[in-house]
């Protein structure tokens, strides 16, 4: 059965987005665009809340054609490309090709879309998303990429937990800017 695994960066202090929605502080850079390349590579599909998908796809089917793309953009644009693509939204109504809605029945939707063949299906970003699959104890994993930075206040990545989650830590790995990457598991 395929995994959701929630990718995300987040603050040393649990939130994943400024007061107003401001990811300023999240540090990137060709080496943790490179390791997250070769993990990201091995998925073919790719979830999103409605929010983060319209950013996407404003941005990466085109970003490997620019004249100045990165070898990151070329990257990923490729990927993004070819990956299916799962938006949870009540409110989105028509999606390009590759492109498939989950509105209404999430967990049943959920399911039915682990049980489909296919690699680790990838939750990008979306705090929403992220908080409605939580709270119904469908994520399996947490890939967490810990920012040097407390913030203090904004969206925190764990809210609406009604019981405790207990995890599996898989790997870590220490950035030369500072951020650390903690790969868990769901410890079902």
Same mark, same amino acid.
């Not at 004249?67 to 990923?76: G, L, R, V």
């Not at 509105?103 to 998303?129: C, M, R, V, W």
């Given at each position: 059965?395929?995994?959701?695994?929630?990718?995300?960066?987040?603050? $040393?202090? #649990?939130?994943? =987005? %400024?007061?107003? #929605?401001?990811? /300023?502080? *999240?540090?990137?850079?060709?080496?943790?665009?490179?390791?997250? !390349?070769?993990?990201?590579?091995?998925?073919?599909?790719?979830?999103? &809340?409605?929010?983060?998908?319209?950013?996407?796809?404003?941005?990466?089917?085109?970003? %490997?054609?620019?004249?100045?793309?990165?070898?990151?953009?070329?990257?990923?644009?490729?990927?993004?490309?070819?990956?299916?693509?799962? @938006?949870?939204?009540?409110?989105?109504?028509?999606?390009?090709?590759?492109?498939?809605?989950?509105?209404?029945? $999430?967990?049943?939707?959920?399911?039915?879309?682990?049980?489909?063949? #296919?690699?680790? *299906?990838? $939750?990008? %970003?979306?705090?929403? =998303?992220?908080?409605?699959?939580?709270?119904?104890?469908?994520? /399996? &994993?947490?890939?967490?990429?810990?920012?040097?930075?407390?913030?203090?206040? #904004?969206?925190?990545?764990?809210? !609406?937990?009604?019981?405790?989650?207990?995890?599996?830590?898989?790997?870590? +790995?220490?950035? =030369?800017? &500072?951020?650390?990457?903690?790969?868990?598991? @769901? /410890? +079902?």
């Amino acid at each position: 059965m395929r995994k959701i695994i929630s990718f995300m960066h987040i603050s $040393l202090d #649990g939130y994943v =987005a %400024g007061p107003h #929605g401001e990811m /300023d502080w *999240i540090k990137v850079d060709e080496e943790i665009f490179d390791h997250v !390349g070769k993990r990201v590579s091995e998925s073919d599909t790719a979830l999103y &809340g409605r929010v983060t998908y319209q950013m996407m796809e404003s941005y990466w089917p085109t970003a %490997g054609d620019m004249p100045d793309a990165s070898k990151h953009d070329i990257e990923h644009s490729k990927w993004y490309n070819k990956a299916q693509k799962i @938006v949870m939204s009540e409110t989105m109504k028509d999606a390009p090709a590759n492109t498939k809605i989950i509105s209404g029945k $999430l967990s049943q939707s959920i399911h039915e879309l682990k049980e489909q063949p #296919g690699n680790d *299906i990838l $939750l990008f %970003g979306s705090p929403t =998303a992220t908080h409605a699959l939580i709270q119904q104890n469908l994520i /399996d &994993g947490y890939w967490l990429f810990v920012n040097p930075i407390i913030l203090g206040k #904004g969206v925190s990545l764990f809210t !609406g937990i009604k019981d405790q989650v207990k995890l599996k830590l898989l790997t870590t +790995r220490q950035f =030369a800017s &500072g951020v650390t990457e903690l790969n868990y598991i @769901v /410890d +079902r």
